[in-house]
Structures are given as structure tokens and as C-alpha cells.
């Protein structure tokens, strides 16, 4: 089992910037890849970014150059820094981790909300 606790979303002005914290527990040595989606009301959930556990990461396109993900083993924690936030950017976001279990099973955080104001 892996649990994933989200903190960090809030309100924000357009152009402003927000930095998401994802802590992760438990069975941890058997996580693979990292996330964070995003679902806004009426809309599809998207997936936001990812890192695997060599560090290698991917971008929404919509987010690439105002988003960075990254990881700190030393914490257990997986980031997502946002900069430059737009109203579109508004959604919770939900942190997730695929952990191998002979095939990958998938955790979710709770999710928090980001809103950004225009």
C-alpha cells in the first residue's frame, strides 16, 4: 500500500504562483512513476506532469515552461511548482503513484484545490 497526502493548493492571482507538495508512505520502495493530474468542473481529469524514479519528466503541453516537477527521496515528497498560473490552470489536483505489485497499481492523493483568479 502507498499513501498520498496533498498540501499546498490555495487562491491566486493570474500570473501568480503556486507550489503543490505530494507526501508518500508506506510500501514506497515499490513506486515507479510519480504524478499529478488535474480535473476542472465539467471536464476531463488530464494528466499534469510525471517523474520516474531515474528523474525523467513530462509535461502537459498547456504547462511546459510554467511547470516543473521534481521529487526529494531524502522526504518523500514530489513537488509541482507553478508559475505564471492562468484561470485555465483552476482544478483539483490530484497527486498519483504507480506501484509495481507484479503489474502497476495505482494510488491517489485526496486532491486540492487550485483557483486562480483573473
Known amino acids: 500500500q502507498v499513501q498520498l497526502v496533498e498540501s499546498g493548493g490555495g487562491l491566486v492571482e493570474t500570473g501568480g504562483s503556486l507550489r503543490l507538495s505530494c507526501a508518500y508512505s508506506?510500501?514506497?520502495?515499490?513506486?515507479?512513476?510519480m504524478g499529478w493530474y488535474r480535473q476542472a468542473p465539467g471536464k476531463q481529469r488530464e494528466l499534469v506532469a510525471t517523474?520516474?524514479?531515474?528523474?525523467?519528466?513530462n509535461y502537459l503541453e498547456s504547462v511546459k515552461g510554467r511547470f516543473t516537477i521534481s521529487r526529494d527521496n531524502a522526504k518523500n515528497t514530489v513537488y509541482l511548482q507553478m508559475n505564471s498560473l492562468k484561470p485555465e490552470d483552476t482544478a483539483v489536483y490530484c497527486c498519483?503513484?504507480?506501484?509495481?505489485?507484479?503489474?502497476?497499481?495505482?494510488?491517489w492523493g485526496q486532491g486540492t484545490q487550485v483557483t486562480v483568479s483573473s
Open positions: 498519483n503513484a504507480l506501484a509495481m505489485y507484479g503489474g502497476l497499481v495505482a494510488y
Open positions: 508506506g510500501s514506497i520502495f515499490r513506486i515507479n512513476t
Open positions: 517523474i520516474t524514479s531515474g528523474g525523467s519528466t
